[in-house]
């Protein structure tokens, strides 16, 4: 089944929506827009030397998605760029992985760090276009073992009408979540961020935790226990006691936030680095590595 999210094409005259119909739910994870920027658009793969490419200038946006739906990325692929070229871009470049160039190719691009964004260096794939010239923009998709990851790039004239993403016909953080929980037991809190090397969250709100509170205010008779993890640097005495510090910390802040949520309903455990989601060899699979997920626990009585 296909679903929906949109772009906003707003045109000179009128707004005109772009839906396109995509393999997957995606929920809008990051974005990010300057106002007068220089995009490097690819336009071929790794020489050895560079990644030849054309240089646009104007407000360059950066929109970051994620799906709990595992799907390959040339699949979440073929189902965008057709409809892309309906609107006016031309391909300039489509590559994967080892033929885009592998690390080098990948390590040319502005990618928006972990944990709203992740690339698996051996299973990705990327797509550029220009159109009239004057406006370009590429996606990039992967996957990790939990999630599909996206990011959307584009660039504009300063004085040309802006390419928006409407998360208006997104699938919900809320939903994403409960969906996920009852299909697998387990969701990743994945927004969480924590200061360096402390259990100390460097936020004072975090949205999946406003949806797991949701959750729990919903279904009264469900239990869970948050489980810590780390990346494996340093010892595994140091990774269990940090992952449990930070697990108890997210469950600190879940019933602080949520009062009306018993306190025996909510566990934490943690299990420092013995059940990464990524390879530890690279930073970024170590980013995605120091997480807390939520688990679904039978109901103390």
């Known amino acids: 089944m296909l679903r929906h999210f949109a772009f906003l094409l707003l045109l000179p005259c009128q707004a005109q929506a772009l839906e396109l119909d995509m393999p997957i739910d995606l ?11 220089t995009l490097n658009l690819p336009t071929g793969v790794w020489n050895g030397t560079e990644v030849p490419s054309v240089t646009l200038t104007g407000q360059v946006t950066k929109t970051t998605f994620q799906s709990s739906e595992i799907r390959k990325p040339d699949v979440v692929a073929a189902a965008i760029w057709p409809q892309l070229e309906a609107q006016g871009y031309d391909l300039t470049l489509q590559c994967a992985d080892q ?3 592998g690390y080098d190719f990948r390590f040319t691009l502005p990618i928006v760090p972990p944990p709203q964004m992740f690339v698996d260096l051996g299973d990705y794939v990327f797509l550029s276009g220009l159109k009239d010239g004057t406006q370009g923009l590429w996606l990039l998709i992967s996957r990790s073992l939990g999630q599909t990851h996206v990011q959307l790039t584009q660039v504009r004239p300063a004085d040309a009408p802006p390419i928006e993403l409407s998360s208006a016909s997104l699938t919900s953080a809320s939903g994403i979540l409960e969906t996920d929980l009852i299909a697998t037991g387990r969701y990743v809190l994945a927004d969480l961020t924590f200061d ?18 949701a959750y729990l205010i919903r279904h009264s008779d469900q239990s869970i226990a948050l489980v810590g993890h780390t990346d494996s640097s340093g010892s595994h005495e140091a990774n269990l006691d940090l992952s449990k510090q930070r697990a108890e910390a997210v469950r600190t802040m879940l019933l602080d936030q949520f009062p009306q949520i018993s ?9 420092g680095y013995f059940s990464p989601l990524a390879s530890n060899t690279a930073p970024e699979g170590r980013e995605i590595n120091r997480r807390v997920e939520v688990i679904l626990v039978p109901t103390r009585p």
């Open 27 to 37: 929920v809008q994870s990051s974005q990010s827009e300057q106002s007068l920027a």
């Open 99 to 101: 033929t885009c160039g």
């Open 196 to 213: 360096a090397g402390s259990a100390r969250l460097d936020k004072v709100s975090f949205a999946s935790l406003q949806a797991l509170g």
């Open 263 to 271: 306190p025996t309903r909510v566990g934490y455990e943690g299990i």
